[in-house]
């Protein structure tokens, strides 16, 4: 009985022991948990539980030059419901009010958001939703409902903003105006203005502090941004609407009268280089309609990156070289010898069936003689080609702009000693082949001879902007002051204007109105789609008027339909920069100047209803919201650095502050919604 004790007693004290061992063991991890790990453990469940999320700053806003809006942030919100948060005796008192007000604003059946309330609270749902995509008039109106009045703690409001980025004048000029996202691969990415200038446009994104609820979910903490969001600057660009608008639906007419693939436009500033308009449409694959009315939309850049052969507009350098050589002058005489002429077995033809007998070089260009030009480069710089290529060169010819909008394409000109040099390089070149160029290297190149040999750099913005303050300005950046002599300059001058007046693009020709210029038409070097048949370019390229040029024009239009046999580009670009010319100086818009109070002058718009294609010319004043919907009044205001009132709902019946009325940031301004 004693041995059986003892033993007992053993296993007594090793249990006890074991026990000791273990609170010792569990001391020791507690101490090291809280000590030594603590902070660890403490900073891990504080971001499973409570994190800051990014509020993104709202970008700057995009205008053209007369101050239309071509790019905003919209600010979007949705309405979610914390249904623990407000005590019982709440909840029942305001749940049928605020089902009714919801109702009214949103149009639904008061049962329908009574019933999910009610049900959200059953379920300690805390993150119901209410409604979402609503603008900044419903977001303010819901925040005053009964209940959601009472605030995020109290009321159980869960408010969440984005913004969505809105183009006012719509398509035109969207992919000049670009944007910026992100690719698949969660890399960033984007295209035009809105991604060249994107380090002013940006600002600074906030932070808000939320906390981890029921399934996954977050809510804010607190009313407040930890950070408040800084917004981005304004860019302001060159384009104006009204020119733009013109370019753009000159160029759609074309297109779809020849059934082209697609094309280009663009309108330049002489002396500046300002870019007034720019448009690329290209075909709509997908659409079912594959005649002459198919949808055209801008995909693809054509102006600045597409660079391909340009046929005879590349006939000015080697008229300009010639000239500046005094290799010959433009009254020189060449035999067209019957509109074919062969060079290492290769016929270079003229497109009037046996040429135009003997003419002088001048006559040659007007008429855009393949023969005649070419036997003029070809005859001069045989025996040192490189004295030729050595002046397109210094044209810049074969070098990108340099331009701040990505994509540029890359220009080539062949150089004697390279691998690509054969002995019909000299003489292709002369008339566009075996060369390549954008469009708007080509309208720079001519924008030069417009301004008196003075080659400046196509300029998409002007200024960058906080409010009226000016960030940073862009002047105008000189590529070449002196691409030429002002003697080749005159000669150069009168042999365009000729080409529209008895040239080529004679058709064009209008007593009471002067343009000068060069047609183009290339042979595509490629066969579509695996075909055989042939693919040309259309261009014309020049500037109006012709004795002051104030404006230089490219149109480049790809593949039109040739069983119209008007594919030159006299018939087929020509007539879109027509149209342009004598639009921009025939039908320029008339605004009513009046005096206000303060003798300031101000510029008021004659009505609201073509608002987002003529929006207001000037940043600093009063627009017509008249007849707008209350969302797109709001923010269009609210962008303007206006504060914002609102009675009522629906679209905008009058407005405290008359159209055209200088004002300050901050201004109050109270819309009155019907």
Known sequence: ???????????????????????????????????????????????????????????????????????TSIPNYEIRFDAVAPKAEAFEKNVKPLADSLSILLKKPSSEFQSGLRKARATKNRYF???????????MKIKSFPLFSLG??????????????????????????????????????????????????????????????????????????????????????????????????????QLRQYNADHGCVVVMETKTGKIKAISNLGKNPNSANKAADSTYFETTNY????????????KLADLMTLLEDKKVDTSAVFDSQGGIITYSGKKVRDSHEGGYGKISLARGFEVSSNTVLVQAVYNNYKNDPAQFVNHLNEYGLNKPLGLPIKGEGIPYVPQPGDKRWSAISLPWMAFGYGVSITPLQTLTFYNAVANNGEMVKPQFVSEIKEWNKTIKKFNKEVI???????????????VMKNVVKKGTGSKLYSKDFSMAGKTGTAQANYAKNGGTEKHYISSFVGYFPADEPKYSCIVVVHEPNTSMNNYYGADVAGPVFKRIAQKIFTDAPSMNEIKNLNKKSVIQENSYANYYTKAQTKQNTIPNVKGMSGMDAVALLGNLGLNIKVKGTGKVKSQSIQPGQIFNKNTVIILELS
């Open 303 to 314: 102006a600045i990156a597409e660079s391909h052969e340009p046929g005879s507009t590349y």
């Open 129 to 139: 939703l209410v409604a979402r995509d609503l603008s900044y008039t419903e977001y």
């Open 1 to 71: 009985m004693a041995v059986e004790d003892k033993y007992i007693s053993y296993r007594m004290y090793l249990v006890a022991f074991m026990m000791f061992v273990m609170a010792i063991a569990i001391t020791v991890k507690l101490t090291n948990i809280q000590w030594v790990e603590g902070d660890y453990y403490r900073k891990l469940a504080k971001e499973r539980t409570v994190r800051n999320f990014v509020i993104p700053a709202n970008k700057g806003n995009i205008y053209s030059a007369d101050g239309s809006l071509l790019a």
């Open 480 to 494: 070449n002051p002196k691409v030429c002599s002002m003697e080749t300059i005159a000669k150069l001058k009168a």
């Open 152 to 253: 995020a703690y109290k009321g159980g409001i869960i408010t969440e903003q984005k913004t969505v980025r809105e183009h006012p004048i719509g398509k035109i000029a969207e992919r000049t105006i670009g944007y910026e996202r992100a690719t698949p691969n969660g890399l960033p990415d984007g295209k035009g203005i809105e991604w060249a200038f994107r380090k002013y446009l940006n600002g600074k994104d906030g932070k808000i502090l939320k906390q981890k609820i029921a399934k996954g979910q977050w809510k804010p903490i607190r009313d407040v941004n930890e950070v408040d969001p800084q917004d981005g600057y304004d860019v302001i660009s060159t384009i104006d609407v009204y020119i733009q608008d013109i370019a753009h639906h000159a160029l759609l007419k």
